[in-house]
């Protein structure tokens, strides 16, 4: 399994960026689509899912700033950041999880978010 990020960089507050991650070696429409992100000292926490059914679910902090989307043809996942604050600063990590067998999962290698003037 292979999970590669991509778009991470450094934004100024209120913009916009999106991450990618590619995805090989899975059959994709069977796994859960999830980012991560672990900021300086903070432990690794959940920030967005996806089924194979684009039900989606996030966490409070980004409601309404993030979206999470899949295209199950290109085996990718996107995370679509807006009116990005400094706290949303971290590494950002793309999951796949099998909704077969959730104990399986695989992680990206991560991609780095910086928010700041």
């Known amino acids: 399994v292979l999970l590669v990020e991509s778009g991470g960089g450094l934004v100024q507050p209120g913009g916009p960026l999106r991450l990618s991650c590619a995805a090989s070696?899975?059959?994709?429409?069977?796994?859960?689509m999830a980012w991560y992100r672990q900021a300086p000292g903070k432990q690794r926490e959940l920030v967005a899912t996806i089924t194979s059914d684009r039900t989606t679910n996030y966490v409070d902090s980004v409601k309404g700033r993030f979206t999470i989307s899949r295209d199950n043809a290109k085996n990718t996942v996107n995370l679509q950041m807006n009116s990005l604050k400094p706290e949303d600063t971290a590494v950002y990590y793309c999951?796949?999880?099998?909704?077969?067998?959730?104990?399986?999962?695989?992680w990206g290698q991560g991609t780095q978010v910086t928010v700041s003037s």
């Open positions: 999951n796949a999880r099998s909704q077969l067998h959730p104990t399986m999962m695989s």
């Open positions: 070696g899975i059959t994709f429409d069977m796994y859960t």
